[in-house]
């Protein structure tokens, strides 16, 4: 396996979750026609990493694009959209793509991410090569964003999480998985686990969503996640993680009461849309015990942070909401 990113703890600090010190790993202004580039996805391919990244244009138009690393923090990203084939369908057309995913299933490369058509839905596609890309069937009907594939089968079929929504700046939003036979059709949509209640656990009390692709652990399935509230300055994202059951993802055995990761540093907070954590792709080593979170920094750059993965799921399961 590649050697994932890394960064030890800082001296001082006895926090879960730490942030690179060069953060952001990806400036806004990365590729010549960017406005911004954030919310983005990585795997390990080759010799070194490559990528889905969000890069909305001078125009604000939101679209995804291709990119590759050696050490996975030094990106080099193509300065053209990814132009997508016909998959398992004739329909291609959408408004607008952003906030990938991207994880390797069997033979492939699979990459969700939330698709204009009549709305923002869930879109798929898939790649060999992370040059050429075959776009499939819409998940979902509108509205629905954040859909984070599994990166395998369970019990027999693909699985996805998403959140249903509305076609605006959601003020409401739970976390549900659906599964399909075919990666063409889904059904068996169960809720997973939804916004929490002020009191409990405010940081996550407006809406949720799923953020990088689930990590297996010994416990189960180790979901970061984002939250959101709601505060008289707008909505603030923070980063958290739950552990759902191996075999029904819809069984919630532990859940963050605090947050991981929150808007405090000046790239988190001041931006396009300030005070935003948003965490979208992982690279890990269950061997050696490590994780590196990729995440979207106030809707503008990108930025990495790690943590032991058996601290996180120590934390996680002593400090359960």
């Given at each position: 396996?590649?050697?994932?990113?890394?960064?030890?703890?800082?001296?001082?600090?006895?926090?879960?979750?730490?942030?690179?010190?060069?953060?952001?790993?990806?400036?806004?202004d990365?590729i010549?026609?960017?406005?911004?580039?954030?919310?983005?996805?990585?795997?390990?391919?080759?010799?070194?990493?490559?990528?889905?990244?969000?890069?909305?244009?001078?125009?604000?138009?939101?679209?995804?694009?291709?990119?590759?690393?050696?050490?996975?923090?030094?990106?080099?990203?193509?300065?053209?959209?990814?132009?997508?084939?016909?998959?398992?369908?004739?329909?291609?057309?959408?408004?607008?793509?952003?906030?990938?995913?991207?994880?390797?299933?069997e033979?492939?490369?699979?990459?969700?991410?939330?698709?204009?058509?009549?709305?923002?839905?869930?879109?798929?596609?898939?790649?060999?090569?992370?040059?050429?890309?075959?776009?499939?069937?819409?998940?979902?009907?509108?509205?629905?964003?954040?859909?984070?594939?599994?990166?395998?089968?369970?019990?027999?079929?693909?699985?996805?999480?998403?959140?249903?929504?509305?076609?605006?700046?959601?003020?409401?939003?739970?976390?549900?998985?659906?599964?399909?036979?075919?990666?063409?059709?889904?059904?068996?949509?169960?809720?997973?686990?939804?916004?929490?209640?002020?009191?409990?656990?405010?940081?996550?009390?407006?809406?949720?969503?799923?953020?990088?692709?689930?990590?297996?652990?010994?416990?189960?399935?180790?979901?970061?996640?984002?939250?959101?509230?709601?505060?008289?300055?707008?909505?603030?994202?923070?980063?958290?993680?739950?552990i759902?059951?191996?075999?029904?993802?819809?069984?919630?055995?532990?859940?963050?009461?605090?947050?991981?990761?929150?808007?405090?540093?000046?790239?988190?907070?001041?931006?396009?849309?300030?005070?935003?954590?948003?965490?979208?792709?992982?690279?890990?080593?269950?061997?050696?015990?490590?994780v590196?979170?990729?995440?979207?920094?106030?809707?503008?750059?990108t930025?990495?942070?790690?943590?032991?993965?058996?601290?996180?799921?120590?934390?996680?399961?002593e400090?359960?909401?």
């Amino acid at each position: 396996m590649n050697t994932i990113p890394w960064q030890e703890r800082p001296e001082g600090t006895q926090d879960v979750i730490w942030r690179y010190s060069e953060n952001p790993i990806i400036q806004r202004d990365a590729i010549p026609s960017s406005n911004s580039i954030f919310n983005s996805a990585v795997v390990p391919f080759e010799e070194g990493y490559a990528g889905v990244f969000r890069c909305d244009n001078k125009a604000v138009q939101m679209n995804i694009f291709a990119g590759f690393s050696k050490n996975g923090i030094d990106w080099d990203i193509e300065h053209n959209p990814i132009e997508f084939k016909t998959g398992n369908t004739q329909m291609i057309d959408s408004d607008y793509k952003y906030d990938p995913r991207v994880t390797y299933i069997e033979d492939r490369y699979w990459i969700t991410w939330c698709n204009g058509y009549h709305g923002p839905t869930i879109g798929i596609g898939y790649t060999f090569d992370f040059k050429e890309f075959f776009q499939c069937e819409n998940a979902f009907l509108p509205f629905n964003r954040n859909g984070v594939l599994f990166p395998e089968k369970i019990n027999g079929k693909y699985a996805m999480l998403s959140r249903p929504s509305d076609n605006g700046h959601t003020p409401f939003g739970d976390i549900y998985v659906s599964f399909s036979p075919d990666m063409k059709y889904w059904g068996e949509h169960r809720c997973v686990m939804k916004a929490s209640p002020f009191e409990d656990s405010a940081w996550q009390c407006t809406k949720i969503g799923a953020g990088s692709v689930p990590i297996r652990t010994v416990e189960g399935w180790l979901m970061f996640y984002h939250g959101v509230i709601n505060t008289c300055n707008g909505f603030r994202y923070s980063m958290g993680a739950a552990i759902l059951d191996e075999n029904q993802p819809d069984v919630v055995k532990y859940r963050t009461q605090p947050y991981l990761l929150s808007p405090q540093t000046h790239y988190e907070c001041v931006g396009d849309v300030p005070n935003v954590v948003f965490p979208c792709a992982s690279l890990h080593s269950i061997e050696e015990d490590k994780v590196a979170i990729y995440y979207g920094a106030a809707d503008t750059v990108t930025a990495m942070a790690f943590g032991h993965i058996s601290e996180i799921v120590k934390f996680t399961k002593e400090n359960s909401l």
